[in-house]
């Protein structure tokens, strides 16, 4: 089994930062991709940015492109999730999960989740 616990969430104003992580225990050898989603209230669970095991390769939702970085460590099984110019819209449960695929970008490609961690920008 595979236990993802994010950190790093809070509350920020527009146009700030917040850097958020996911630590993976367990049988980290079974995870390849990693990516983060978020979930606004009364809203679906929406793919953010995925990465590769080894960084290689990256991906990003149209909305946070340019704004925000997905990285990993993958000695320290930690992803991580920079987020610059935030706006109140980036409001949301952020959630990390971790898949078998390379480069998963859909929720049905994740095997694990984390529970989650809260974002709030104020305008």
């Known amino acids: 089994q595979v236990q993802l616990v994010e950190s790093g969430g809070g509350l920020v104003q527009a146009g700030g930062s917040l850097r958020l992580s996911c630590a993976a225990s367990?049988?980290?050898?079974?995870?390849?991709?990693m990516g983060w989603f978020r979930q606004a209230p009364g809203k679906e669970r929406d793919f953010v940015a995925a990465?590769?095991?080894?960084?290689?390769?990256?991906s990003y939702a149209d909305s946070v492109k340019g704004r925000f970085t997905i990285s990993r460590d993958d000695a320290k099984n930690t992803v991580y999730l920079q987020m610059n110019s935030l706006k109140p819209e980036d409001t949301a449960a952020y959630y990390c999960?971790?898949?078998?695929?390379?480069?998963?970008?859909?929720?049905?490609?994740?095997?694990?989740w984390g529970k989650g961690t809260l974002v709030t920008v104020s305008s």
């Open positions: 367990g049988r980290t050898s079974s995870i390849y991709g």
């Open positions: 999960a971790g898949s078998g695929s390379t480069l998963p970008a859909r929720k049905q490609d994740m095997a694990y």
């Open positions: 990465i590769s095991r080894g960084s290689a390769l990256t």
